[in-house]
């Protein structure tokens, strides 16, 4: 039976970490960290997320705010918010919650906040600082799952990590932190078109599932022994539940967590991670 990888007990550790050092901070007379969130559109899962990051860094003590706008403000208008934003001295880090409205072109309003702000680490520079190694933001969730692995002491150097997805907001950038020096795995990205996709899964000792389909990874696609981690977040019908659906992995987390030493559950696995390495950031853009 799989040993499980507990990303609420994780991220509090990494959640007290920061608050200590925003407390030394303060002490030091120097002003608290402070997050600007931008939420545009009426989606709730966005709207859960947005209230998950206010909430987490009031408990560091990181100030937030929220700006809220309807779904019909013009890319115009948002790329002129940023602009305020990246001058203002009393906002360190900018969020924009993703995904927009169809009118907005993203990457138009990733390349619009400033780089030493970007706490998402969706910007190009921050994205290009990623692949050659340097120092600088983290991609929260990849750096989440990197920092899972860590603190449960998975070895990593030579190992086979196979991830399933190529996200640019979870797969590309994991595996260029799989492949950093210091983390030194052997990186195989598998993704739609990837025609013999069990078989590379079965070689993987540490596998990663992000692909957004409901246990997708079944027990035959895991080898004895391996690291399962499971980004995935997928609502399914439960009548048994009040709000009629419950949240699951891509996964089959009963029979592969038979198989798998270590597993992530989902909820409560990459999850909180991903907040605790945003907070990071946001304290990382204050300095
Ligand atoms: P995405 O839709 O952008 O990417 C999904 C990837 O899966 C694509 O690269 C695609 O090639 C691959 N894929 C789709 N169908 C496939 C198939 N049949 N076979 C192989 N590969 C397939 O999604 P994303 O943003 O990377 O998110 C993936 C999942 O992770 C979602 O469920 C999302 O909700 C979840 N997620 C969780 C967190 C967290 O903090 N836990 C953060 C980000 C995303």
Do not use: W
Request: proline share 6%.
């Amino acid at each position: 039976m799989a040993q499980l990888i507990d990303g609420k007990l994780l991220s509090a550790q990494i959640r007290s970490e920061v608050k200590a050092d925003v407390e030394k901070r303060v002490q030091l007379g120097k002003r608290a960290p402070f997050l600007t969130v931008v939420l545009i559109g009426e989606d709730p899962a966005s709207a859960s997320y947005v209230k998950a990051k206010a909430a987490a860094s009031a408990e560091v003590g990181i100030g937030s705010d929220t700006l809220r706008f309807e779904s019909s403000i013009s890319e115009s208008e948002v790329l002129a918010l940023l602009a305020r934003l990246n001058e203002d001295p009393n906002v360190d880090g900018i969020l924009v919650q993703l995904p927009l409205p169809s009118h907005i072109d993203e990457q138009k309003v990733i390349n619009a906040i400033a780089p030493t702000k970007d706490v998402d680490c969706f910007h190009p520079e921050s994205v290009g600082n990623l692949v050659i190694g340097m120092d600088g933001f983290q991609p929260a969730t990849p750096a989440g799952i990197v920092e899972m692995l860590r603190r449960s002491n998975i070895p990593t150097a030579g190992k086979h990590c196979v991830i399933i997805g190529r996200s640019n907001i979870v797969g590309k950038p994991l595996a260029n932190l799989m492949l950093k020096k210091g983390i030194d795995s052997t990186v195989t990205v598998c993704h739609s078109r990837t025609p013999n996709l069990p078989e590379i899964a079965r070689q993987a000792d540490i596998l990663v599932a992000a692909i957004g389909r409901a246990h997708f990874v079944t027990a035959d696609m895991v080898k004895e022994g391996a690291v399962v981690i499971d980004v995935g977040i997928n609502r399914i019908d439960d009548p048994t539940k009040e709000r009629g659906y419950r949240l699951v992995g891509d996964v089959d987390f009963e029979a592969v967590s038979k198989k798998a030493s270590f597993i992530t559950p989902v909820p409560g696995g990459v999850g909180p991670m991903t907040i605790a390495v945003l907070l990071q950031n946001t304290l990382k853009a204050s300095r």
